[in-house]
């Protein structure tokens, strides 16, 4: 009798190793499938996000030639970030009378934080214009020898 009971007791204790170990790979199998669900669902929604990302980067460059574009695209030049656009009204005629900031958008899209804050500043007059000169060498060199004296 005691060797039935041990048989029994071995039957069941590999009974519970096996059980474990399918149960291990029954799971990582199921987990592989939901995890290959969610990475294609992820991989489509990118693809998404980044069609429309170069839709709208797209349409920024070719805007200057679409009908209804406020500049002549000859006096524009392409930022693309922080504002899509500085048009030179008048640039044509090599006679600039208006500078104007232009911001590309695509059906509802909005102004965010930063292009809102440029707008703002523009019409509030916080707009100037600065000339930066470099020095030449032979102009760093006199400054050098001034200091050295």
């Known amino acids: 009798m005691d060797i039935y009971y041990t048989l029994i007791i071995v039957a069941l204790f590999l009974m519970v190793i096996f ?7 029954i799971g990582k199998r199921y987990m592989f499938e939901v995890m290959q669900s969610v990475i294609e669902k992820e991989r489509q929604d990118a693809i998404k996000k980044s069609r429309g990302i170069l839709t709208g980067q797209f349409s920024e460059q070719i805007s200057p030639y679409l009908p209804n574009f406020p500049v002549s695209p000859s006096e524009c030049k392409f930022l693309g ?3 899509d656009f500085i048009a030179f009204k008048g640039l044509d005629e090599k006679n ?3 500078i104007v900031f232009i911001e590309v958008k695509t059906s509802k899209s909005k102004l965010n934080g930063t292009e809102k804050s440029i707008k703002d500043a523009i019409l509030n007059k916080k707009v100037r214009f600065e000339e930066y000169r470099l020095e030449t060498r ?3 060199q006199e400054t050098r020898d001034k200091n050295l004296k």
């Open 138 to 140: 032979d102009e760093r």
């Open 81 to 83: 970030s922080p504002i």
């Open 19 to 25: 059980s474990f170990i399918a149960g291990k790979a």
């Open 96 to 98: 600039v009378t208006e």
